[in-house]
């Protein structure tokens, strides 16, 4: 994950994490979490239950689907693109019922797939936040983003992206990254 601009300025915590693990580090803190919405997923939970406020700055946004008992990473990597982005669809209907705020968490075009039980769920909670708009910068008291606003946090916690997802579906009709990639070289 790349740092954002003048990172050197802020004045409080900066850590880096692919996993929560309960230090109370967050306790009572207003916490800004940067990342694309596969990494802040594991991440969320668990920091929104220590810290006073959180924001999320989601760089991309992900599908999110729920886990299930089966063997969910075999069966979801077998599964056909439409099948795996309905269900990914309905899952965020069902539990997201504010349309602008599953507007900003519907991903565009090819997006990754993690599978989480509990983000959007934290994500409704009062006290926490999603943020869509780029990053200007770090400033001494938080992040500014480029329509102008400075959210305050005390800490801010880069969640790296390190295994989250669990596969890439593309939009109907466009084709995988990869697959344009191919379609060039050839």
């Known amino acids: 994950m790349t740092t954002p601009r003048f990172a050197d300025t802020f004045t409080g915590s900066q850590v880096h994490r692919t996993a929560f693990a309960?230090?109370?580090?967050?306790?009572?803190?207003?916490?800004?979490?940067?990342?694309?919405?596969?990494a802040a997923a594991r991440l969320l939970p668990g920091i929104a239950a220590e810290a006073a406020r959180v924001t999320v700055f989601q760089t991309e946004a992900a599908w999110i689907l729920p886990r299930v008992p089966l063997s969910g990473a075999t069966t979801?990597?077998?599964?056909?693109?439409?099948l795996v982005r309905l269900v990914a669809r309905v899952n965020l209907r069902v539990q997201v019922h504010d349309s602008w705020l599953r507007h900003r968490?519907?991903?565009?075009?090819?997006?990754?797939?993690?599978?989480?039980?509990s983000y959007y769920r934290t994500l409704r909670q009062p006290h926490c936040t999603l943020v869509t708009w780029p990053i200007a910068r770090l400033v001494p008291l938080g992040v500014r983003t480029v329509d102008g606003i400075e959210h305050r946090v005390d800490s801010i916690v880069y969640a790296d992206d390190a295994g989250h997802v669990v596969r890439t579906v593309a939009r109907p009709g466009h084709l995988h990254p990869s697959a344009e990639l191919m379609k060039e070289i050839a």
């Open 22 to 38: 309960p230090r109370h580090e967050f306790t009572g803190q207003r916490v800004a979490i940067i990342g694309s919405g596969a």
């Open 76 to 82: 979801l990597r077998r599964a056909p693109q439409r």
């Open 105 to 117: 968490l519907t991903p565009d075009d090819t997006a990754g797939v993690a599978v989480h039980n």
